[in-house]
């Protein structure tokens, strides 16, 4: 399993890459790989102040070591572990963020990964986790719903019951308790996914990460070309406001990763390349399209 | 004690607001009071987008009520209660973050105040904490050295102890782990503050509070006219950004209002209005002043 999720994040990646390198157009990715001393390392592809993409990150990496207690306590799946004592671990995963420059078109999330705690071929405890989730400035209701679609499709391949239970997973995750807002308008995610075959879930896992393309380029090619003003471009501002507020503040992984001394280039990639903060913002006109996506944001909605 | 640190903390907002107000000379601060449903409130004075000061914020609470017992934790002070069951609690501060528009004008900051667990007039513990810190994107040594000498002053009238201790503990605490820097370039902090006769806490608190128009005026107006290119507002918008990670990952007022849902614009007023990350952005050239910056932040340095 370690074998086969590596091969398939590295392909997720390369192929996303790609895809996103022809759609913006300015040029490939930069591509730095990276050592981690305690073990293992990873390879972050950026693009920065392209056409489409002000700042794009995909990155992969596959790491391994010995935790310390605090660490496996905040990694999870602890209900699994045989042998709390061994605090060796594997994990690989495929992470990425997408900030495109224009306001209509929206940041988007995806992460897939596998962690092992124990020996390799006989681990104590193992599980998947992941999801993709969506964060527009402004609601175009067709777009939300093709974005949960292609993934309740690609859930629906593997067990009915995972859509629902995952795009319920990810409005609770993706929630910014402060500012009684979730980060965007969902899309689905799962943690600690052990319930069945490895082999059953990495197939679930790898149709997942195959549905990011499909999923989201479709919405670029949409909204890209529409008109947008100052006045969008500073909705958009404030909306990355509350991006960075999320990830810094309540992401597993970004809160993880500041306090384990990981590749911060690497971890702090999913922020915008700009953000504001305005104090006592006026709450937008009833009506406005800025209301609309706010009131998204307060109330996560049935999407697909 | 309660009533003489409401009376000085609103003094010190009055005539802090009254002097930045008339430096500025963009109009007066907008004044929201408001309150807290569990006991108490505040008063938040902001001017944003003025002549000199791209934000500016300066808030006083009076705050009361009880504690969960987590958030007594947070707070501090244990080690003084008598009675760990009574989680009544009083505070009242002052705390202020400048954010000027001009790249070689630093960013400043100072907080001080005052809590108390138990009763009022035979309180089970109580402390004072406080502190102020500048933060440059550009250094110019005589600046530093004339806010942290204003400190030092201050200090020195209370006790000689005071400033080494307070300088050291304000270089621990406005450090940022994962990035290896400190916010800034320090200058005082101190916290659970109860070793001696509280009105003599109460005079130098007082003192430190009143030492803060002398202490940063004058850098202000040394520099507010110097020339500055589109490369010294990129590189202060990046210094933001790294601002914005302490205040959101390790600041303890700001990560204690998050998880205690006090009044969000108030506590996130200390947000610059913008911030950049670019992913792996080039080291300063050596020997320039951006590296000095960023020697003088990996390094605490003796500036009084």
């Known amino acids: ?12 990646q390369d192929e996303i890459c790609a895809a996103l390198a022809e759609l913006d157009g300015s040029g490939p990715f930069r591509v730095d790989t990276w050592t981690r001393p305690e073990g293992g390392g990873g390879r ?7 056409r489409i ?32 004592k061994d605090l060796s671990f594997f994990a690989t995963g495929v992470s990425l963020v997408l900030h495109p420059h224009h306001p209509m078109v929206p940041t988007v999330h995806a992460n897939y990964r596998y962690f092992e705690r124990g020996s390799e071929g006989a681990p104590a405890a193992w ?23 292609v993934h309740k499709e690609a859930c629906d391949r593997h067990d009915p019951a995972f859509y629902p239970t995952f795009k319920d997973w990810a409005d609770r995750y993706f929630y910014i308790p402060h500012r009684q807002e979730t980060r965007g308008v969902g899309g689905i995610f799962f943690d600690n996914l052990c319930d069945r075959d490895p082999q059953k879930l990495f197939a679930f896992v790898k149709d997942c990460a195959q549905s990011f393309l499909p999923a989201y380029l479709p919405l670029v090619q949409r909204r890209q070309s529409m008109a947008f003003g100052p006045e969008h471009k500073a909705w958009q501002q404030q909306r990355r406001g509350r991006y960075v507020e999320f990830n810094l503040v309540y992401d597993r992984g970004t809160t993880f990763g500041l306090r384990t001394a990981g590749r911060i280039e690497s971890i702090l990639m999913s922020l915008p390349a700009t953000a504001s903060w305005t104090y ?21 909605q049935a999407w697909a």
């Open 127 to 149: 599980w998947f986790g992941g999801g993709a989730d969506l964060t527009p400035s402004y609601l175009f209701d067709e777009d939300v719903a093709h974005f949960h679609q």
């Open 1 to 12: 399993m370690r074998q086969s999720m590596q091969e398939m994040v590295h392909a997720a």
């Open 44 to 50: 972050s592809c950026v693009l920065q102040n392209g």
């Open 53 to 84: 993409f002000e700042k794009a990150g995909v990155n992969v990496s596959v790491v391994h070591g010995t935790l310390t207690p605090e660490a496996a306590k905040a990694m999870g799946g602890g209900q699994h572990l045989t042998d709390p």
């Open 280 to 300: 006592c913002a006026p709450e937008p006109e009833a009506g406005s399209d800025e209301a609309r996506l706010l009131l998204a944001t307060r109330t996560p």
